[in-house]
């Protein structure tokens, strides 16, 4: 008989806490969805077309809504 065996959880680190909530992560795949369907635009109202920018956007919104997102860095 062939014995069952489980995997092993890795172990939990100190400060490995998540970075974004959950509801941060819904706001990116939100407007994620919405440029794949063509109506996510800019601030300038140009279409967005790049990925990384409605992750931005979409990042941006939760920090304006106070949800837990690092904060942005700078250039």
């Known amino acids: 008989m062939a014995t069952k065996t489980t995997a092993k959880k890795a172990p939990v680190k100190k400060g490995s806490e998540r970075k974004y909530s959950p509801a941060a992560s819904k706001d990116v795949e939100t407007e994620m969805k919405a440029m794949k369907e063509g109506k996510l635009y800019s601030g300038s109202g140009q279409k967005v ?8 956007i979409g990042l941006s919104k ?3 809504e106070g949800k837990k997102v690092p904060e942005k860095k700078d250039t």
């Not at 077309?49 to 931005?56: E, Y």
Request: hydrophobic share 35%; aromatic share 0%.
């Open 62 to 64: 939760a920090r304006k």
């Open 49 to 56: 077309t790049d990925p990384k920018q409605a992750i931005a």
